[in-house]
């Protein structure tokens, strides 16, 4: 018979499991991206439980299953260096075995045995493979799953230390109460069909989702070496084109970073009209990293990149071009916020659309651009005397513009679904600057949710995995101080902080997340304390894309704003 003080130890020791293992079990659930270590540890042992368990049954399937079941845990344990794609694609073969085996079995049981074997196998492919397709997803379940058993289990543990019962470590996973045909378990192998079902119905809605880009933004066998060559154009039709006017999607040459050629796409719009028309030239906001990602693919593509009034700008009688830039339609990869790839885009787009006999354009242009393409905006105006000099930049429209890179870097996370733009960094610069390596710059835990979250546009379904994934991550993606080292000297590289010879415009939203108005403060004060005159205006109540819809008080005093460089009016210095 135990004695009084061991009873005592064992109830203190049920107390204290149950409160740790709810306590890991809630901060799991809620962050299951938090430690890879920790989610390590509850896969391994989680296999290796079931594994026993298993095990136990005694017949042969049971045994072949808790085979894999444990040999899926030594793989783990033994794999060097291991991340999340490696849990996942463990996962994903145990989950496909098991599903074998189970098929397998069916052949010699009947009843609801039969029906669960069959039903259960059929599952476990089906959610195998869409481990393999959506490993992130998959670690995301599996650490909620876990995180689940641990609270139940914690739960359990509590209320029997409370009750005064002796710890028994052996029903911390509890044994089937019933054989495995009855019919609770073909309960639950129907209950996980129905989630597999739906886990195929997303997947096909999200691939369904994904933009392509068609066979016209394949460049020709022959690609001339000159930048700002149209290479081919074609009409384009879309919701968002006012009625009356012309568009047209162009393929043209560019220049990446360092002058390396490039293909890019862009749009060109216009009012019908026999004489040339002035040109805005539009810098789109972020849509994304990926090839799908370009406005002239999207539905709905200007309002994706952050342009909603080109009936305004029509309505004036300019025209719009509106480039996609490199790696965006075309064959990437995206100088997302470097400045050189951008900026050139932009300037080369303008030079391919006076190309076009379709439509005749004026000399003129100004350069609106809003975040990223606020970026580009910035750079097109310091690149355009040396890099494009014949063409005629009126003036430079910065809107929210990504100016201040470091501290943009610093911020990006602490929004809502700042890690999805972190993403877009970091596939930038870890593809285009060699000494930018992504196993460096990304902590481990992060890095599969990193790498699908860039693969995926703004505006296709499957963001929303992004979004979940990146509410779910409660430290940054970075693995060590992302304003420090090579990763930092190119972000100030990419800072535009030359001359621009232009009129320079700068717009602000005062409750911008993104880009604080404390960054694009500093950003104007070094660019007045150069000497570069600029022009900076704050909106209150706007935040980041709020600042460019339709209803801000911006919009008229851009429209008025870009008149008066058309009109070569004086342009206004606000530095003091």
Not at 71 to 95: F, M, Q
Not at 440 to 447: H, I, N, Q, T
């Amino acid at each position: 018979m135990p004695r009084r003080d061991d009873h005592s130890v064992s109830r203190r020791l049920r107390l204290t499991l149950g409160i740790v293992a709810v306590l890991l079990g809630a901060v799991l659930a809620v962050r299951p991206f938090s430690s890879l270590a920790v989610l390590v540890v509850l896969v391994v042992v989680g296999l290796v439980v079931v594994g026993i368990d298993e095990l136990a049954d005694g017949d042969r399937w049971s045994v072949v299953r808790g085979s894999v079941s444990l040999a899926a845990a030594v793989a783990v344990v033994v794999w060097p260096g291991v991340t999340i794609r490696v849990l996942a694609l463990v996962l994903a073969a145990a989950l496909l075995v098991d599903g074998v085996l189970d098929l397998a079995r069916a052949r010699g049981v009947h009843g609801t045995a039969r029906a669960n074997a069959v039903v259960g196998g059929a599952t476990a492919i089906v959610l195998g493979l869409l481990a393999l397709a959506w490993p992130d997803v998959t670690v995301l379940v599996v650490a909620v799953v876990f995180a689940v058993r641990l609270v139940i289990v914690g739960v359990r543990e509590i209320v029997a230390g409370v009750r005064g019962q002796d710890a028994d470590l052996g029903r911390l996973w509890p044994r089937r109460a019933a054989p495995r045909a009855g019919w609770w378990r073909l309960t639950g192998a129907v209950l996980g069909a129905l989630v597999a079902v739906v886990l195929v119905l997303a997947s096909v809605v999200v691939q369904r989702g994904v933009p392509r880009p068609d066979a016209f933004y394949d460049p020709p066998d022959v690609v001339p070496s000159a930048p700002g060559q149209l290479l081919r154009s074609a009409p384009f039709t879309s919701a968002e084109i006012p009625v009356g006017a012309g568009a047209w999607r162009i393929l043209y040459t560019t220049t990446r970073d360092e002058g390396r050629p490039a293909v890019a796409s862009a749009l060109v719009v216009a009012p019908a009209s026999s004489t040339p028309r002035p040109v805005v030239a539009w810098a789109h906001g972020t849509t994304g990293a990926a090839s799908g990602c370009a406005p002239s693919v999207l539905d709905d593509g200007l309002g994706a990149g952050a342009m909603f009034v080109q009936d305004d700008v029509l309505a004036q009688g300019w025209a719009m071009v509106a480039t996609d830039y490199t790696g965006l339609g075309t064959a990437g990869p995206h100088p997302y916020l470097i400045g050189q790839g951008e900026g050139r885009s932009v300037l080369d787009a303008v030079r391919a659309a006076h190309q076009l006999t379709a439509v005749e354009l004026a000399d003129e242009t100004v350069v609106w651009g809003h975040s990223q393409g606020g970026h580009a905006a910035l750079w097109s105006g310091m690149l355009a005397p040396t890099y494009a000099p014949e063409l005629r930049i009126e003036g430079v429209a910065a809107l929210a513009p990504a100016s201040n890179l470091p501290a943009l870097v610093d911020v990006v996370e602490s929004v809502t679904g700042g890690a999805l733009f972190a993403s877009y960094v970091v596939e930038g610069y870890t593809a285009e600057y060699p000494d930018v390596r992504f196993d460096e710059l990304v902590r481990p835990g992060a890095r599969i949710i990193t790498r699908e979250m860039a693969e995926r546009c703004l505006a296709e379904p499957g963001v929303l995995v992004s979004a979940l994934t990146s509410v779910a991550l409660d430290e940054p993606i970075w693995s060590g101080d992302p304003s420090s080292g090579v990763f930092l000297d190119r972000l100030v590289e990419n800072v535009p902080s030359g001359r621009i010879a232009a009129p320079l415009l700068v717009a602000q939203g005062a409750d911008d997340a993104l880009v604080t108005p404390t960054a694009q403060q500093a950003y104007v004060d070094d660019r007045c304390a150069a000497g570069y005159p600029v022009d900076y205006r704050t909106y209150a109540g706007r935040g980041h894309v709020p600042l460019v819809e339709a209803d801000s008080p911006l919009i008229p005093e851009l429209v008025a704003w870009t008149t008066d460089r058309f009109a070569d009016e004086p342009a206004t210095d606000t530095c003091p």
